[in-house]
């Protein structure tokens, strides 16, 4: 069973940024695809960036490429988001998710498709 405390979010204003954090626990941090997600209300969860943990391959939704980077601290057993240049847009719960194995393509970013989901971490950009 892995839990997933996420943590990082708040207000800030557009072109402003923040970092998200999440930390799996009850599992080793080898071997897992690692991902942010984001809901906005009225609007599907979609998925925003994904990093595997064995070999640090990450990947991105168009709507963030060039702004957030997600990386991972192997001593710390973290995996961040930062998130630069933030637009109201961006505005949404952010979770993290977890899979225990490498997800390939389109599969990183259905939400479903991964077994341990945090509890979510508002994020909040005003003009």
């Known amino acids: 069973q892995v839990h997933l405390v996420e943590s990082g979010g708040g207000s800030v204003q557009a072109g402003g940024s923040l970092r998200l954090s999440c930390k799996p626990s009850?599992?080793?941090?080898?071997?897992?695809?690692m991902a942010w997600f984001r809901q906005a209300p009225g609007k599907e969860r979609e998925g925003v960036a994904s990093?595997?943990?064995?070999?640090?391959?990450?990947a991105y939704a168009d709507a963030v490429k060039g702004r957030f980077t997600i990386s991972q601290d192997d001593a710390k057993n973290t995996v961040y988001l930062q998130m630069n240049s933030l637009r109201p847009e961006d505005s949404a719960m952010y979770y993290c998710?977890?899979?225990?194995?490498?997800?390939?393509?389109?599969?990183?970013?259905?939400?479903?498709?991964?077994?341990?989901r945090g509890q979510g971490t508002q994020v909040t950009v005003s003009l």
């Open positions: 990093i595997y943990t064995d070999d640090m391959s990450t």
């Open positions: 009850g599992y080793s941090f080898a071997g897992l695809t």
């Open positions: 998710a977890a899979h225990v194995g490498k997800k390939w393509g389109a599969s990183r970013w259905a939400v479903d498709g991964y077994s341990y």
